[in-house]
C-alpha cells in the first residue's frame, strides 16, 4: 500500500449536516455506514442554515434558493467538510458548481402522515375532518392537497424542527400536524406514545420530489468521490432523478405545489404527478411510463400533457 493510500485510510471523514435532532440522528446512521464502508473514522459537523435560522415565515417568502444546503455547500468548498448529508428534497434542482452527489441513499419511506395527539377519538382521514380543524404543515403541496379534499378544514403554517412541531401540536395551536413519514420515523417519533400517526398513500396524497432520501454530497475533485459510489442505491437513485427532472422542467421549487412519486415495476419506470392551484380546487394528475431507464423524454412529455390539457395556467410565471 503506497503512502498516500495510507495517509487516505487514516484520515478522518468530516460530515456536514445540519443540527436539528432529526438531522443528527441521521447523521449519525450514516457516519456508521461510512464508517464501515470506507474504514475510517467520521467526525460529524453541525453546520446552521439560512433555513434553520428563520422559522416564522413560510420558506417561499425567505426569498432564496438553497434555504437548507447553501451553508453546506459554502463549508464543502471552502474545505471545512468533506462530505455534506442532504434530503434530497430540500437541494435545489440547479447543480452547483464543483459539486456533485456521490450516492443516493436507500430510499426511506416516501409517502407523507398525520400526527394526531395520543387518544385522538375523532374522524382521522382528511376527507372527514370537521370544518375548522386546524392542519399544520410547512408545505404549499401539502395545503393544496388538504383543500382539494376538504376545503372546510384551516391550513396553518407551521415551520421549526420536528420537536418544535410536536410541541405545537401537543400544546394545541394545531389539531393534526401534517408531514413527511421518513423524517418521523428516522426522528424516532413514530414511537412516541404521545402522538397517533396515520399514514397517507403516496398513491392519493402525492409526496415531493425526492422526499425520504438521503445523498452524500461533495467536491467533484474529491479522493472520496469513488469510494462513496459502493454506497448508492442505483433504484433510488433512476426514481428520484425522474421526480426531480420533471421539478426541473416545470421550474419549480417550494413554492410549486406539485406532487410526484415514482416507481420501478417489472422493469417500468411509472411516474405519477399532481399540478395544483394553491386552494386545491384546480388540479391536473399526470402519469407516464417508460421501459427505457434512462428516457430524457418523460418530463418533457408530462409538460406537454399539461399544455394540451389547457392547464399551463397552474405552472410558474
Do not use: W
Not at 493510500?5 to 432529526?22: A, D, F, N, Q, Y
Not at 455506514?33 to 413560510?58: A, F, H, M, N
Request: net charge neutral.
Amino acid at each position: 500500500m503506497g503512502d498516500s493510500e495510507t495517509l487516505m485510510e487514516s484520515t478522518v471523514i468530516k460530515l456536514g449536516t445540519r443540527g436539528s435532532r432529526l438531522a443528527l440522528a441521521q447523521a449519525n446512521a450514516v457516519a456508521l455506514q461510512l464508517k464501515s464502508s470506507l474504514k475510517r473514522d467520521v467526525e460529524i459537523i453541525t453546520i446552521k442554515t439560512l433555513g434553520d435560522q428563520i422559522t416564522d415565515r413560510p420558506l417561499r417568502d425567505i426569498g432564496t434558493q438553497g434555504v437548507f444546503t447553501k451553508e453546506l455547500d459554502e463549508a464543502l468548498l471552502d474545505g471545512r467538510i468533506d462530505v455534506a448529508l442532504h434530503c434530497l428534497k430540500d437541494m435545489p434542482t440547479t447543480k452547483v458548481k464543483n459539486l456533485e452527489i456521490a450516492a443516493y441513499l436507500p430510499r426511506e419511506e416516501i409517502h407523507d402522515c398525520l400526527v394526531y395527539p395520543a387518544g385522538y377519538k375523532g374522524p382521522t382521514s382528511i376527507e372527514s375532518l370537521p370544518s375548522g380543524f386546524r392542519i399544520g404543515t410547512s408545505a404549499i403541496r401539502r395545503k393544496a392537497q388538504i383543500l382539494r379534499k376538504n376545503q372546510a378544514v384551516t391550513v396553518l403554517e407551521c415551520r421549526g424542527n420536528l420537536d418544535t412541531r410536536m410541541q405545537k401540536l401537543l400544546n394545541g395551536d394545531i389539531d393534526v400536524l401534517c408531514l413527511a413519514k421518513a423524517g418521523l420515523k428516522r426522528g424516532g417519533f413514530t414511537s412516541d406514545p404521545r402522538l397517533m400517526v396515520v399514514d397517507l398513500s403516496e398513491r392519493d396524497f402525492y409526496p415531493c420530489a425526492g422526499q425520504g432520501c438521503l445523498v452524500l454530497q461533495v467536491l467533484k475533485s474529491s479522493e472520496l468521490k469513488k469510494s462513496m459510489k459502493r454506497l448508492n442505491h442505483k433504484e433510488t437513485e433512476i426514481c428520484v432523478r425522474y421526480e426531480r427532472d420533471l421539478l426541473a422542467m416545470l421550474e419549480g421549487g417550494c413554492s410549486l405545489p406539485l406532487g410526484v412519486f415514482s416507481e420501478i415495476v417489472d422493469g417500468e419506470m411509472i411516474l405519477k404527478a399532481i399540478l395544483l392551484n394553491e386552494d386545491g380546487n384546480e388540479f391536473v394528475t399526470l402519469s407516464q411510463a417508460t421501459r427505457d431507464l434512462k428516457d430524457p423524454l418523460i418530463a418533457e412529455n408530462m409538460l406537454t400533457e399539461i399544455r394540451e390539457r389547457n392547464m399551463q395556467h397552474l405552472l410558474p410565471g
